[in-house]
């Protein structure tokens, strides 16, 4: 039996497990840059995961969208189809914290992200430098490193840039993002497209409203104004209007706000949901 997780190996590996016989197991973790900007590559990716999907026993998505698109396209069958929420998280791990400050004091907006373009770095900074002229108390924090092999990196020169004017603070990275996002108030990520982001899991798990797009992959993780506000893809102004309307919240109603989105992890992404899942299906397979 074969379990596959990233792009590379949900094709080659499972090419491979075709050739040898071996049934497999496929996670469709999100699709990426090939299927956000349409071109040459898109086309190309598209064929390997007809070409290569055909024979896995299972193939699990991280959000409908995702899976809609496979079967729309031709790329898989129903009958080979399964939905998971996300990769799921640890709730005991990310346990959660209670709120640091009052709302009287600064508030801090933190983005946990590889630092590309196509996770909304610069609409972050964009929303961010509007928000400070009216909340300058406020502050704003990015969280993840700068993915140089990757032609949407976001320049080091830029994230400096934004540092010197007084938009944000750069953490760097970290083993261990439970610190920083304990420190914050709120979880923005505005990113373009997700298979299920493991971030806004971990944030909500620790009882932290949440801020991010009506795109695929993360909408899911967000009742609109329950446990945190959806803002549209690629739209700074609108996603300084949530930060905005977050901001107008007092604190007992951010608290709430993050106690819903804790209640929603427990139930609906805890990692042992997808354990289960996945035990059920190697059983069915072997027999």
Request: net charge negative; with cysteine.
């Amino acid at each position: 039996m074969a379990l596959h997780f990233t792009p590379k190996a949900n094709i080659y590996g499972s090419l491979a497990a075709r050739l040898t016989r071996v049934p497999c197991i496929n996670n469709i973790a999100g699709l990426g840059t090939a299927f956000i900007h349409d071109g040459p590559l898109t086309r190309i990716v598209r064929a390997l995961y007809t070409l290569s999907q055909k024979s896995c026993r299972r193939i699990f998505f991280q959000n409908p969208d995702d899976r809609a698109l496979f079967l729309d396209r031709g790329l898989a069958r129903p009958e080979q189809t399964d939905l998971l929420p996300g990769s799921g998280v640890d709730t005991e791990r990310f346990a959660s914290v209670p709120a640091q400050r009052g709302d009287t004091e600064c508030v801090v907006f933190l983005l946990i992200a590889r630092l590309i373009w196509d996770k909304g770095v610069g609409e972050f900074a964009d929303a961010a430098r509007q928000v400070l002229a009216e909340y300058p108390q406020a502050r704003f924090q990015l969280l993840g490193f700068v993915d140089d092999n990757n032609p949407r990196a976001v320049p080091e020169e830029q994230i400096r840039s934004w540092e010197e004017e007084g938009t944000l603070t750069w953490l760097g990275r970290s083993d261990d993002v439970r610190p920083h996002i304990a420190s914050a108030d709120c979880v923005v990520l505005p990113s373009y497209r997700e298979g299920t982001p493991k971030s806004l899991l971990e944030a909500a798990s620790m009882g932290k409203p949440l801020i991010t797009t009506n795109a695929v992959g993360c909408r899911q993780t967000v009742e609109d104004g329950v446990n945190g506000f959806l803002c549209r893809p690629r739209d700074a102004q609108d996603l300084a209007a949530k930060m905005h309307a977050f901001l107008a919240l007092p604190t007992d109603e951010r608290e709430q706000m993050g106690q819903r989105g804790r209640e929603k992890m427990v139930r609906e992404f805890d990692e042992r949901i997808v354990l289960d899942t996945y035990l059920a299906a190697i059983r069915e397979i072997v027999g």
